[in-house]
């Protein structure tokens, strides 16, 4: 299984960035998804994940400015940024859950087995 995230870039403080992540894999709609980040110096952290079946969950510091959703038809995962804040500065992963058809969702990094190369997202003041 292969992720591929794109849309990562500069922004100022406000604006607005969408990511994508494009799955390899047929079976993608059967897989809950997510996104985590991590800015320098600090650890890994659940930025936003949805569920195979609908349904999603963010963490504190984003929920209201981020929108995560996913097309299986094209087997991709978007992130939507709004209200974007220099502390939103990081890379960003997109991953699979390593359950199929999950009822939860995860918000630890250990229950995702596969990691996108990480997109990178900069926001300045």
């Known amino acids: 299984v292969q992720l591929q995230a794109c849309g990562g870039g500069l922004v100022q403080a406000g604006g607005s960035l969408r990511l994508s992540c494009a799955a390899s894999?047929?079976?993608?709609?059967?897989?809950?998804m997510g996104w985590f980040r991590q800015a320098p110096g600090k650890e890994r952290e659940f930025v936003a994940g949805?569920?195979?079946?609908?349904?999603?969950t963010y963490a504190d510091s984003v929920k209201g400015r981020f929108t995560i959703s996913r097309d299986n038809a094209k087997n991709t995962v978007y992130l939507q940024m709004n209200s974007l804040k220099p502390e939103d500065t990081a890379v960003y992963y997109c991953?699979?859950?390593?359950?199929?058809?999950?009822?939860?969702?995860?918000?630890?990094?250990?229950?995702?087995?596969?990691w996108g190369q990480g997109t990178l997202v900069t926001v300045s003041s």
């Open positions: 991953v699979r859950d390593k359950r199929r058809y999950y009822g939860g969702i995860s918000t630890t990094s250990l229950e995702y087995d596969y």
């Open positions: 894999e047929r079976t993608f709609s059967s897989y809950n």
């Open positions: 949805i569920r195979w079946s609908g349904g999603s």
